[in-house]
C-alpha cells in the first residue's frame, strides 16, 4: 500500500537547541537521509569533528558561513553550498554578528556517526 505524503515546515518539524543557541529543525530523519534547517547566532561556532559514514551538503540560505575543513577556511556566502565527504574533520562557524540560516543535508543520516575532536 503506498503511504501518503506529509508536508512540512518549520513550526511542524521537530526542533531542538545545539551549541551556543544554535537551533536546528528536523525536516527529515530517516537511516538513509536527513535534512535539517539551522541557525547560528553571530559568533557562534561548531566543534571540530568528522562523521565515518555520512556525507553533508550545507546550503545557506541566508548569511555568510565560514567553514573550517582540512586545514583551510572556506567562505561560503547566501545561496551557495559546500560538500563535505565522510572522514573529512570540520566545523562550521559564523564570524559576523548576523544570524546564520542553512540546510545540513546528510546522506546517511549522521545518527551515531559523529566523532567530536575537540
Same mark, same amino acid.
Given at each position: 500500500?503506498?503511504?501518503?505524503?506529509?508536508?512540512?515546515?518549520? %513550526?511542524? +518539524? @521537530?526542533?531542538?537547541?545545539? $551549541?551556543?543557541?544554535? !537551533? /536546528?529543525?528536523?525536516? #527529515?530523519?530517516? +537511516?538513509?537521509? @536527513?535534512?535539517?534547517? !539551522? /541557525?547560528?547566532? *553571530? $559568533? +557562534?561556532?561548531?566543534?571540530?569533528?568528522?562523521?565515518?559514514?555520512? %556525507?553533508? &551538503? &550545507?546550503? =545557506?540560505?541566508?548569511?555568510? +558561513? =565560514?567553514?573550517?575543513?582540512? $586545514? !583551510?577556511?572556506? #567562505? #561560503?556566502?547566501?545561496?551557495? *553550498?559546500?560538500? =563535505?565527504?565522510? $572522514?573529512?574533520?570540520?566545523?562550521?562557524?559564523?564570524?559576523?554578528? !548576523? =544570524?546564520?540560516?542553512?540546510?545540513?543535508? /546528510? %546522506?546517511?543520516?549522521?545518527? %551515531?556517526?559523529?566523532?567530536?575532536?575537540?
Amino acid at each position: 500500500m503506498e503511504k501518503g505524503f506529509t508536508a512540512i515546515d518549520k %513550526q511542524t +518539524a @521537530s526542533h531542538y537547541l545545539w $551549541g551556543d543557541n544554535c !537551533e /536546528s529543525w528536523v525536516l #527529515v530523519d530517516s +537511516a538513509g537521509l @536527513s535534512v535539517k534547517q !539551522e /541557525s547560528m547566532p *553571530g $559568533g +557562534a561556532r561548531e566543534k571540530l569533528h568528522f562523521h565515518t559514514y555520512a %556525507q553533508q &551538503f &550545507f546550503y =545557506i540560505l541566508k548569511g555568510t +558561513a =565560514i567553514f573550517y575543513a582540512k $586545514g !583551510e577556511r572556506i #567562505v #561560503v556566502d547566501e545561496q551557495k *553550498g559546500l560538500l =563535505i565527504n565522510p $572522514g573529512t574533520k570540520h566545523y562550521i562557524a559564523n564570524e559576523t554578528d !548576523e =544570524i546564520l540560516s542553512f540546510l545540513v543535508i /546528510s %546522506q546517511p543520516t549522521t545518527n %551515531q556517526d559523529r566523532t567530536t575532536i575537540e
